[in-house]
């Protein structure tokens, strides 16, 4: 589904556009929780948080539901590995200068 990181930059913009609601959606998908799960932690009815992910989708130009998830899941990934190499070479930088 994801093929390019043009690809992952678009929907991280679109992601970002989002209002906030339905980016707490789009977060709480990505750290796995079901639909039922999102609407009880948030405290909204889960027809509305469906109509969330709907939207979502529309956005995203996912052909089916399950694609938001996949694609919050991805995003969730993509962040992490950006911020765990963030460190690896910030932490290579500081030992770097303490050995100089």
């Known amino acids: 589904m994801i093929k390019t990181i043009e690809q992952l930059e678009h929907w991280e913009?679109?992601?970002a556009a989002l209002p906030?609601?339905?980016r707490k959606v789009f977060e709480s998908l990505g750290e796995g929780l079901s639909?039922?799960?999102v609407?009880?932690?948030l405290g909204i009815a889960e027809t509305t948080t469906r109509t969330y992910v709907e939207r979502?989708?529309?956005r995203l130009?996912?052909?089916v539901p399950?694609?938001?998830v996949a694609v919050s899941y991805k995003l969730a990934r993509w962040y992490l590995i950006e911020f765990?190499?963030?460190e690896i070479r910030r932490e290579r930088r500081t030992q770097g200068r303490a050995q100089t």
Do not use: F, L
């Open 13 to 15: 913009a679109t992601i």
């Open 20 to 22: 906030s609601q339905e």
């Open 35 to 37: 639909v039922s799960e």
């Open 39 to 41: 609407a009880y932690s």
């Open 56 to 58: 979502i989708r529309q």
């Open 61 to 63: 130009h996912c052909r």
């Open 66 to 68: 399950i694609w938001v």
């Open 84 to 86: 765990q190499e963030g």
